[in-house]
């Protein structure tokens, strides 16, 4: 495959470290809600806390990458009306992957619990202490969660359609290896 189709590798590694940490972080969080108050369910809000962070920090990274990077084009095989929707899921993909920890953030700081990344660094509370605020910023943050994972499952559900089906390189696109390039 031509590296001129492929994306290059700090975006791949980018891509494929905040993939690592969603997959992580999203069943801890449902898995954690449902615990009754104890250490270990703070100890457990602490590590998705930790992960959402590195998530933000990450995407940020990978949001001013992206800025000045133009990534490979899209087959031109593909019909326009996917291109669009491909640009589309993108784009939501990357304000949910920074909405999501900085609504997080935001909901720790009205509940009055501060963010302490790696419980060494705090983080400034973003908002006061605001029950109402905190309850309806856990409502925003479920609900924009759950719709990563429907564009998670779109996005990987294309991928492997776009390879598999249609025979595609799509893969190949985001993959670690460099195998069969020039």
């Not at 690592?20 to 898995?31: D, K, R, S």
């Not at 990534?71 to 996917?82: D, E, H, I, K, T």
């Not at 779109?154 to 249609?166: G, M, P, R, S």
Request: cysteine-free; hydrophobic content about 55%.
């Amino acid at each position: 495959m031509s590296t001129a189709l492929r994306y290059p590798t700090p975006a791949v590694v980018l891509h494929w470290l905040v993939a690592l940490l969603i997959f992580v972080a999203f069943p801890l969080g449902v898995y954690m809600h449902e615990l009754p108050a104890s250490p270990d369910k703070l100890k457990l809000y602490s590590y998705h806390k930790w992960i959402g962070i590195t998530i933000l920090m990450l995407a940020a990274a990978r949001v001013m990458w992206r800025t000045t990077y133009t990534p490979p084009a899209l087959p031109a095989s593909m019909a326009q009306w996917q291109h669009r929707v491909t640009h589309i899921v993108h784009g939501l993909l990357y304000v949910l992957i920074l909405a999501i920890p900085l609504s997080g953030w935001l909901m720790s700081s009205a509940k009055g619990f501060q963010t302490v990344w790696f419980g060494v660094l705090p983080l400034p509370d973003l908002v006061g202490k605001d029950k109402a605020l905190g309850e309806l910023l856990a409502g925003v943050h479920q609900a924009l969660n759950f719709s990563l994972l429907v564009l998670v499952f779109l996005h990987v559900a294309a991928a492997l359609k776009h390879h598999f089906i249609e025979r595609q390189p799509f893969m190949q696109r985001m993959s670690l290896s460099k195998k069969g390039q020039p």
